[in-house]
């Protein structure tokens, strides 16, 4: 079956980082469209940052362009997102997710809390 399962997410201060990690299974990262979504209260859900299935192809929302960095490794069949300079806006539960032959597949989510 596929799933998605994020790590790495906790509490950190403005200015520091985090990497998230989305674990997948039953299909493989390396010939799939990857994307990270976050969530915060209040707010719909909105879509961080996106991979294709060439490594180069990449996309990021204006807000955290510069900053978050998705990556893959297809040996560990994960997907990371690498986020510096976090600031306390960047707090959102973060979802990695697919779509795979028109099914779309969502991780539990991982929480993530930028203060001082």
């Known amino acids: 079956q596929v799933q998605l399962v994020e790590s790495g997410g906790g509490l950190v201060q403005p200015g520091g980082s985090l990497r998230l990690s989305c674990a997948a299974s039953?299909?493989?990262?390396?010939?799939?469209?990857l994307r990270w979504y976050r969530q915060a209260p209040g707010k719909e859900r909105e879509l961080v940052a996106t991979?294709?299935?060439?490594?180069?192809?990449?996309t990021y929302a204006d807000s955290v362009k510069g900053r978050f960095t998705i990556s893959r490794d297809n040996t560990k069949n994960t997907v990371y997102l690498q986020m510096n300079s976090l600031k306390p806006e960047d707090t959102a539960v973060y979802i990695c997710h697919t779509r795979l032959r028109l099914s779309n597949y969502w991780g539990q989510g991982t929480q993530v809390t930028v203060s001082s």
């Open positions: 991979i294709g299935v060439s490594d180069s192809s990449t």
């Open positions: 039953g299909f493989v990262v390396s010939s799939s469209i």
